[in-house]
């Protein structure tokens, strides 16, 4: 079958500055696709590129099974698109903004009734359709946009940091909104987000620093790759319990931050044999799972918001050379 | 072609059946009557905000009235011992004040690509597979809609102005306005096309709106001009509409030919009078160059 999202030594230079250094990768059809990274990483950049809004500089990319560049308008009638600003007119309603979606589509004016009735219902916005967009809150905004971009039923959607800024009751139920729709349609999702938490809803993520993919693969093998999971324990007597440790089950630990802390395999499973087989009183107990922010931060040595820091100012460079077309 | 299979369900009703069977949605190849359906969308769409947005039409008709009223009155007397008896000053400026009606209008309704651009509603048309000349071409022929409508309501002022009430004058009046204000809004879409910022346009609004309403003879007759004044005014593009419109407006007036030949003498080159239909056709020839770069302005990718 092919692939939903092609992409070969892509990159982009804005004058010396270079958002997106020859990146890789491929998305399978009917693949949820996440691009983790801080913002100024690329991934703003590399889904315009995909969307058709920008041309690489060299490398090239393919979605859809089309060609970004030289089969431009193909490639627009097959993928939707949600940015990461609202791209509504705010005069209009929610319906006539679909409508307008619609005849700059071409959606044939037999489906469009039935289709609109459809799309809005998904994301629960059909009762609201006559309102003027102006109205909706910010979550309502978001969904009008996803079903706007599903509106002319695309192959592949775009999701360009679905839900940020918005609050974490919206941001769930726009992901079950999200999800209702894979299970509906035969859709690829491809989104880019700076949350770690959002990228967990992905099948499989990319990892991407200062313009360049450090790591592809599902959110479970990147956390396993980086190692096992950090157990800790307060006890009443913490050079026993180390020993105990030690002795029962061959476990190297050490004292952080007044807690007896070791890392094991699947912590979850290991706590029960702990509390069976361990002499010393245990206080209370904590398993971290590696976290997709460990992850960050193994690969690129930094965590997310230190990397948010430093790009800020790039990005500001970037921003006020070239304004947003 | 994008289309969709259906996916398999358990026990539903009529209702949910209707609602869970994807409906199929192939979006066709481009086509000529795709990319007019979507100069049709972008042009009601113009329509549409115009019918919500009141306070633009009534505001930008604050302007056109002042000049006539306001001005036309307080230097009427002033005015009397050039103007022939019979022609009062509120008629001598009227068509130059019926153009500048049109003449907000039509550079606000390209503002609005700024604003767009500012507010994203811009991506969401430059994203989409439509040529950008259908867009460009729509956006335009609303702007032109828009204003001419303004300049509807202040074609329906003439009577005060002592300007009659013919027919056949407001026909031409109204084809005129029609010319001007696509130009206008090509004029302003091309500016919109490189501008980021709504505050860079509002500017540039400033800097160009009252120089050529008052380089275009609106308010004086064109001859007998300093030399400097008179290559001035032959550079003005409003200039080519103006006259048209002063002459018909003048061709039904009841006043000798005499007065018609001082207050309207046309637009001349070197003391060679322009003809009636070459100086639309400029007007429209502008027009047309200004519509070619904004669509060449909107082609370019980043």
Known sequence: MTKAISVSALTKKYGEIEAVRGIDFEVAAGETFGFLGPNGAGKSTTIKILCTLADPTSGSARVAGHDVVRERDTVRRNIGLVFQDTTLDNYLTGEQNLRFHADLYGVPKAAFAPRLRQVLEMVGLWERRGSVVATYSGGMQRRLEIARGLLHAPRVLFLDEPTVGLDPQTRVSIWDYINELKRREDITIFLTTHYMDEAENCDRIAIIDHGQIVAIDTPEALKASIGKDRVQISTADDEAAIRALDDVFGVDSGVHEGLVTFSVESGEHFVPRLFAGMPVAIRSVSVSRPSLDDVFMSYTGKTIRDAEASIGDRNRRIATRFGRR | ?302
Not at chain 2, 45 to 54: P, S
Request: with cysteine.
């Open chain 2, 1 to 302: 072609m994008a289309t969709k299979d259906i996916p398999a369900q358990d026990t539903i009703t009529d209702d949910e059946l209707a609602l869970t069977e994807t409906i199929r949605v192939a979006v066709p190849e481009r086509s000529v009557r795709h990319d007019l359906r979507a100069v049709s969308i972008v042009w009601r769409r113009e329509l549409i905000r115009f019918r919500t947005d009141r306070l633009r039409a009534i505001t930008s008709l604050v302007q056109p009235v002042l000049f006539l009223f306001v001005l036309g009155t307080g230097l009427s007397r002033l005015a009397s011992h050039g103007l022939p008896t019979g022609v009062d000053f509120k008629t001598f400026i009227y068509p130059g004040v019926l153009a500048m009606s049109v003449l907000f209008t039509s550079i606000f309704s390209a503002a609005s690509i700024v604003w767009d651009r500012e507010f994203g509603f811009l991506r969401e048309m430059l994203v989409a597979p439509v040529r950008r000349w259908a867009i460009v071409v729509g956006k335009c022929l609303g702007g032109a809609t828009v204003a001419t409508f303004q300049g509807l309501i202040f074609l329906a002022l003439a009577g005060v102005a002592h300007v009659p009430y013919d027919p056949l004058l407001l026909l031409t009046l109204v084809g005129e306005l029609l010319l001007l204000s696509f130009t206008l809004t090509a004029f302003g879409v091309m500016m919109a096309a490189r501008i980021k910022q709504i505050q860079a346009f509002m500017a540039l609004t400033q800097l160009f709106v009252l120089p050529l309403f008052f380089l275009s003879g609106a308010l004086y007759p064109l001859n007998g001009l300093p030399a400097w004044l008179t290559v001035l005014t032959r550079i003005d593009p409003l200039t080519y509409i103006v006259d048209p419109m002063r002459s018909a407006v003048f061709a039904h007036l009841p006043v000798s030919p005499l007065a018609v030949h001082t207050l309207s003498p046309g637009i001349t080159w070197f003391g060679w009078v322009v003809p009636l239909g070459l100086s639309l056709a400029i007007v429209a020839f502008m027009g047309a160059a200004m519509l070619a770069i904004a669509i060449a302005e909107f082609r370019k990718t980043e």
